[in-house]
């Protein structure tokens, strides 16, 4: 199996940076793509192919790739970004097309 | 708008076979690859399977490889899971995935439904 490796929780004050990683053997060769999911609620796409953000995804929201690690990094941390974070790729042999991260909890102090 | 409605979940029992639907609506519904991504209770998101635009490519989880058929009706813009020998470990949240191309290399998700309830259980 191909497995992508999250770190389960990350904790910050409200306005400082927070940075999720995520890593796995494959990721300098695959994009990375990252979604939130409040509690209730579908995944929203908030990063994809490393670094690109979707319309109507706020600023603060960066993704950045170095070599078997991607980063997603929330700059100036909002109550509302507290949320699960799930960093999703693919393996580089196409065996395994889509595979989730475990998730990180953040937690908004 | 884009919108995705799942329907079809609900409780069975193990062993028995459930079909999940998706209803697309605000997009051109055969232009883009689909998927089925699940959720357990209190877990994190795990991908089911994904097709083509045209259903000439499919995908499935090792999880459930010979169980779960995929297929899609474009001319209805709908998404099916047929879902065969139901275990507990399926009990999900079944959602619904847009991916933003048309196949399944590169594969992401840029639309999401609510999800559909199945819960396998005797």
């Known amino acids: 199996s191909y497995e992508l490796t999250q770190p389960p929780s990350v904790s910050v004050s409200p306005g400082q940076t927070a940075r999720i990683t995520c890593s796995a053997d494959?990721?300098?060769?695959?994009?990375a793509y990252w979604y939130q999911q409040k509690p209730g609620q579908a995944p929203v796409l908030v990063i994809y192919?490393?670094?690109e953000r979707p319309s109507g995804i706020p600023e603060r929201f960066s993704g950045s790739s170095s070599g078997t690690t991607v980063t997603l990094t929330i700059s100036g941390v909002q109550a509302e970004d507290e949320a699960d974070y799930y960093c999703q790729s693919a393996d580089s042999s196409g065996t395994y097309p889509v595979v989730f991260g475990g998730g990180t909890k953040l937690t908004v102090l | 708008e884009v919108q995705l409605v799942e329907s079809g979940g609900g409780l069975v029992q193990p062993g028995r076979s459930l079909r999940l639907s998706c209803a697309a609506s605000g997009f051109t519904f055969d232009d883009y690859a689909m998927h089925w991504v699940r959720q357990a209770p209190g877990k994190g998101l795990e991908w089911v399977s994904g097709?083509?635009?045209?259903?000439?490519?499919?995908g499935y989880a090792d999880s459930v490889k010979g169980r779960f058929t995929i297929s899609r009706d474009n001319a209805k813009n709908s998404l099916y899971l047929q879902m065969n020998s139901l275990r507990a470990e399926d009990t999900a949240l079944y959602y619904c995935?847009?991916?933003?191309?048309?196949?399944?290399?590169?594969?992401?998700?840029?639309?999401w439904g609510q999800g559909t309830l199945v819960t396998v259980s005797s």
């Open positions: 192919k490393d670094s």
């Open positions: 995935a847009k991916d933003e191309r048309d196949g399944l290399d590169m594969a992401y998700f840029d639309y």
């Open positions: 097709i083509s635009w045209n259903s000439g490519s499919t």
């Open positions: 494959a990721l300098p060769k695959q994009y």
